[in-house]
């Protein structure tokens, strides 16, 4: 009866209209994806344009991340300001929410059911609702992070010596999103067909350097299913083959960088892997920037479109030169089911517009404190030119920040919202041998 | 005293590039080329590769450089995708310049035999019945006979190995000198068994051409030292032609990769089951080189028509493989290489100078007696390489989250086949007898051929949650493998062959060793069993024998693969462990390594490569030398009547083997490539700076 349903949903979908729930309320669509339509969060003492720095910074302790404060306190950054402004989804993802969102709910083993399109909850946190952080985790999951399709080239990741600010290694990506269920922007709409695995979604990341790992490949299938492990390959250019990956093994340091395959995007782990509980709402500051308008680096060098990289700079050039905003944000602490799991938990601050994370925090198995995670997120319309239109929050920089080991691995992006470079015929294994070498 | 001093010559390319990686280290990496438009890319490679044998001092100093590129072409008329894309590799090994007398121009030396048995053999065969036509008179034991590889005896009379009538004379001629020669297992073990000795030439082919085959153990110094540039032209490692048509409206697509290349199948390491498609370089670092580097790229097309996903696949794709280029077998390295894979080419060439010039043969017929044999009567003639086509296809996809692949290949097999049972001499027969060539069951006289084999297989591998742990199966079938078979008068048989590995990768942390980063840890067990292996305790004459006669290979073996790696400070220093042990040959080998990434643009690896075996390492097998080939002549002792009685009438027809064993030359295929080898303990250190 649910694949009927969903089927039968699906079909409406494709024929271009979400109406098979009721809809849900106006207001919850305003709050959840207008937020600054008419509301400007704000704290005291607070005005964009302010630099925070070791001096000030317990002026504004209150609308800083605890990590962030304690590195500017120690004068490892300052933080320049600017005016919240927002950054609204693509309307159809909207659309999809206000239609279908309303028929959404949780299983008993906290796996959605009737999701069909869009933002599963977008209705307000409640913190008497003790399924409120794992809605919100699953906003998340099935956000607009990377849109439907996402191509990120170049994609440099740089190893960096915190206390020194050495460079120590840089590998050099190309990556891809492709979301083959729940679409709601590109064709085919909402599914990709045939899917016979039910795959929600497919990452494919390809090294390009350096050389001893050059056109090393990662694939990871994620199933509809959350219940369901992940599939992984990897294509080891040395070996000239596709390795399976235990893909069980998510916390392991990826390529050496200081995330793990789990930190992708924020949390890139099953939803039903942790235990998710929602712990307020503020306002935060937050790296929500218009890419155009920052301070940009000089490399990619020679890049076709112009398109030039978020500069790093502060302790060990481990932080984002941009400009921080004051955003409203949720906060979620998830804590690994799994007594042999590295972390004690993750606290995933989540930003209210967009659902996506602009800074999570890592902490140790003995509940230290030991990895801070800012995400840039950039307006679609003031990054790359073919992301104008886009209503994604654009992948625009990040930082894995190793605060024990003083170490941090910086991700510069050039993302672009497209379905052209990601053909789904790229997305499998077979795909990983052809263009092996 | 010399060889002393090459160590600290081999390594000092080493220490300056050393010191280079901590002196540039820091600084801004140097990628590869990438043009503005991304259509050209171009990266490469220079190393330095200073390899120490604990025995023989430098066996490699090799210098590097490989070039990649590749350049995407705008798609035209059908095509979505056209691309070009090259490997090219160059190298120098001074090791046959500086390793000279091990390796090089001045390699081996004259070799000679201990030969105690002689005077007793002489009386015994004075002393006994002298079957016809062969006559005590005829018994050549002057020293006008004696010719040898070297003296035996201090006693003048038995001066030398026992030539056989038809050597007409010595063997120690002009063109078969007494000099650059190694006996062929001296680097396996000293003969303690008893086996068969035989001397092989170890110098170059250009400097010493005894024994060498063109197109097959050929190789020149400049072969030796420059392996790219030969008739090969294997400095062209890869370049083909990439393009992708799409159909069905891009649900479908052909691609087809044109040109030289590596068709990788198979999902294992160290040791291939399905993974035959290239043939390798062994000669290369025996097993131990990477595969990517090892494997000879081959002409081939190779026409991919990917479904992608399909309404019960996740994933499937259709290949089909035609390799035009001419074949090529596996390079096993030739005699006098300091990487030859089970020894055997020492024993090709060996072998095929014994064809060539005659040769003298230790511990033969039986232990501590030589025996001088002449020229085409035993030995390796001809090398016969196919020139036909191979052909393969494999069906590859995802089912259910199962990765799977259905294989089949119509090739030829890479390994060689040492058929006996063509012409050859009677090696008794008096020089004054007509001797024409002619088939002598049982007689180590051999062409090398490379059989016609048909292969079928599949693969799966999947991830299993309760063990966390990736699996991966394969198997494979193939027909008519040929292997020695010392009860068939031809010396060879075919069988059917089974092979298959199961094989597992786990990631797992070991907090006190690692906290933040996995160990890999890699089991494998390889199979292999020969379905039409045969073996036999009495012999063709129903004389029961020594050991097992029959199939020399194992019916059954097993090898067990263990890797754990590990990644500190970002990945940048990797310690590993590999090793392998091959349970029939009860030899292993383990390899602990250090790799240090200092930057982007430098790579510093130190390794050890360390082996144990059983005992000597040098396993006996059935060696033939107690067959009859050329009755009366050969048959064994205790057929041998006493002098008034007559002849027995087993003498007088050709029989097989009675079992006497010895390392040389099967006992090769029986200690396997880690057990053959194990007396090839090194220490490994290789520099390289790549951009």
């Known amino acids: ?247 069980g093994q998510i916390t392991d340091a990826f390529l050496g960088s200081d995330a793990m395959i789990e930190d992708f995007e924020g949390y890139n782990g099953r939803i039903s892997d942790f235990t998710w509980k929602y712990i307020g709402t503020r306002n935060m500051l937050t790296p929500y920037v218009k890419h155009t308008e920052q301070e940009l680096a000089a490399e990619p ?137 | 005293m010399r060889q002393r001093k090459l160590i600290p010559i081999g390594l000092f390319p080493c220490a300056l590039t050393a010191v280079l990686v901590m002196l540039t280290g820091a600084q801004t990496a140097v990628a590869g080329y990438r043009s503005a438009d991304g259509t050209l890319s171009a990266t490469g490679f220079v190393d330095s590769a200073t390899f120490v044998r604990k025995d023989e001092d430098l066996t490699k100093q090799r210098l590097q450089a490989q070039l990649e590129f590749g350049k995407l072409f705008r798609p035209r008329g059908i095509f979505s995708e056209l691309s070009m894309h090259g490997t090219f590799r160059a190298s120098y090994d001074a090791v046959y310049d500086i390793n000279d007398d091990t390796y090089g121009s001045e390699a081996g030396g004259p070799v000679s035999y201990s030969a105690p048995g002689n005077p007793a053999f002489f009386a015994f065969i004075n002393g006994g019945a002298t079957p016809p036509p062969f006559t005590l008179a005829d018994v050549p034991t002057s020293l006008g006979y004696a010719g040898t590889f070297g003296p035996l005896f201090a006693n003048p009379a038995f001066d030398g190995a026992i030539p056989l009538p038809a050597t007409g004379g010595t063997i120690n001629s002009a063109s078969n000198p007494n000099e650059g020669l190694r006996l062929a297992a001296s680097d396996v073990y000293g003969y303690q068994d008893g086996g068969v000795i035989l001397a092989t030439p170890v110098r170059p082919c250009d400097v010493d051409s005894r024994g060498c085959r063109a197109d097959y153990f050929d190789k020149t110094k400049s072969d030796l030292e420059y392996r790219e540039f030969n008739d090969d032209w294997d400095f062209i490692r890869e370049l083909y032609i990439d393009a992708a048509i799409p159909l069905f409206r891009g649900r479908n697509e052909l691609a087809l990769r044109v040109g030289r290349q590596q ?206 742990s990736s699996f991966r199966v394969e198997t494979s079938y193939t027909t008519d493998e040929e292997f020695a078979d010392t009860s068939k008068a031809s010396l060879y048989s075919d069988s059917d062959v089974f092979r298959w590995v199961i094989g597992f990768d786990r990631p797992t942390f070991i907090p006190f060793l690692n906290r933040t980063r996995a160990f890999l840890i890699s089991g494998q067990i390889f199979g292999q069993h020969l379905l039409d292996h045969e073996s036999y305790s009495v012999n063709s004459a129903g004389i029961p024998t020594m050991s097992q006669i029959g199939f020399q290979d194992w019916e059954d073996n097993y090898i067990v693969t263990l890797l754990i790696q590990g990644n500190y400070f970002n990945d940048r220093v990797t310690p590993q462990i590999i090793t392998a042990y091959d349970t029939e040959a009860e030899a292993g080998v383990i390899s602990p390594s250090v790799e240090w990434k200092p930057s982007n643009n430098w790579v510093v690896k130190f390794a050890l490569n360390l082996k144990w075996a059983d005992d000597t390492g040098a396993i006996a097998a059935d060696d033939n030398r107690a067959a009859n080939p050329y009755p009366p002549f050969t048959c064994a002792p205790p057929l041998l009547p006493p002098a008034t009685v007559p002849p027995s009438a087993a003498c007088f027809s050709p029989y097989s083997s009675l079992g006497a064993a010895g390392f040389e030359p099967l006992g090769r295929f029986r200690s396997g490539p880690i057990g053959a080898a194990h007396n090839e303990d090194e220490v490994q250190l290789t520099v390289r700076y790549q951009f």
């Not at chain 1, 064709?187 to 990341?205: C, E, H, M, T, W």
């Not at chain 2, 370089?281 to 002409?299: C, H, K, T, V, W």
């Not at chain 2, 020229?375 to 191979?390: C, F, K, L, M, S």
């Open chain 2, 263 to 468: 068709v990788v199948w198979g999902r294992t390491d160290l040791f291939r089951v399905l993974d035959v498609v290239n043939p390798m370089d062994f000669s290369r670092q025996n097993l131990y080189a990477e595969f990517e580097d090892s494997r000879i790229p081959m002409g081939m097309v190779n026409a991919e028509y990917r479904f992608g996903a399909t309404n019960w696949f996740e994933d499937l794709n259709v290949q089909f493989l035609w390799k035009f280029e001419q074949f090529r077998p596996h390079d096993l390295g030739q005699g006098g290489e300091p990487y030859a894979i089970l020894g055997a080419g020492n024993f090709f060439r060996a072998f095929a100078n014994c064809w060539d010039n005659g040769c003298t043969v230790g511990n033969f017929p039986v232990a501590d007696v030589a025996v001088e044999f002449p020229a085409q009567a035993i030995g390796i003639r001809n090398v016969n390489r196919p020139d036909h086509t191979e052909v393969g296809g494999r069906i590859e996809g995802v089912f259910k989250g199962v990765g799977f692949s259905l294989n089949a290949l119509y090739f030829y097999s890479q390994f060689p086949s040492l058929r006996g049972g063509i012409e050859s001499i009677n090696p008794f027969l008096d020089p004054m007898t007509p001797n024409a060539p002619t088939v002598h069951p049982y007689s180590l006289a051999f062409d090398i051929e490379f059989p016609r084999l048909f292969m079928v297989g599949g693969s799966v591998d999947w991830y299993w949650e309760f063990a966390k």
């Open chain 1, 301 to 437: 060098a020679n890049d076709a479109d112009g398109f030039r990289f978020i500069e790093m700079g502060g302790q060990g050039n481990c932080f984002p030169m941009v400009t921080w905003q004051l955003r409203k944000v949720h906060a979620i602490e998830g804590t690994p089911k799994d007594k042999n799991h590295p972390l004690a938990k993750r606290v995933l601050y989540t930003d209210a517009e967009t659902m996506t994370f602009p800074i999570v925090h890592v902490y140790d198995k003995k509940g230290d404190p030991w990895k801070w995670f800012p995400i840039c997120k950039s307006h679609s319309d003031y990054h790359l030119a073919g992301n104008k239109g886009a209503g994604v929050a654009v992948d625009s920089c990040a930082v894995f920040f190793d605060e024990q080991a003083m170490h941090c691995t910086t991700l510069q992006f050039k993302s672009h919202i497209n379905k052209e470079d990601n053909d789904p015929i790229l997305f499998n294994v077979q795909n990983m041998r052809k263009t092996g070498r």
């Open chain 1, 1 to 247: 009866m649910r694949r009927l349903l969903i089927s039968t949903f699906a079909a409406l979908g494709l024929a271009g209209g979400w109406t098979a729930n009721a809809e849900v309320s106006e207001d919850v669509i305003k709050s959840s994806f207008f937020p600054y339509e008419n509301w400007t969060p704000t704290a005291p003492g607070y005005e964009p344009g302010v630099v925070i720095n070791a001096d000030n910074i317990e002026q504004y302790k209150g609308i800083v991340d605890e990590f962030l404060y304690r590195y500017v306190k120690m004068g490892w950054y300052e933080i320049k300001t600017g005016p919240t402004f927002a950054m609204s989804l693509h309307p159809n993802y909207v659309e999809a929410t206000r239609a279908t969102a309303d028929g959404v709910s949780l299983s008993p083993e906290g796996t959605l059911v009737n999701h069909l399109a869009g933002r599963p909850f977008p209705q307000e946190p409640d913190a008497s609702d003790p399924e409120a952080g794992l809605k919100l985790i699953w906003n998340f999951q099935r956000g607009f992070n990377a849109g439907d399709s996402e191509t990120i080239l170049p994609f440099w990741w740089t190893f960096r010596n915190a206390n020194t600010g050495k460079t120590e290694r840089q590998l050099r990506f190309h990556w891809r999103f492709l979301n083959w269920k729940h679409r709601t922007v590109f064709d085919p709409k909402p599914d990709l067909d045939p899917n016979p695995g039910q795959i929600f979604r497919s990452v494919y990341a390809t090294v390009l350097e350096p050389f001893d790992l050059g056109n090393t490949q990662l694939l990871i299938q994620r199933y509809e299913d959350d219940l369901r492990r992940d599939d992984g390959w990897l294509y080891l250019s040395f070996q000239r083959r596709v390795r399976r990956l235990a893909v």
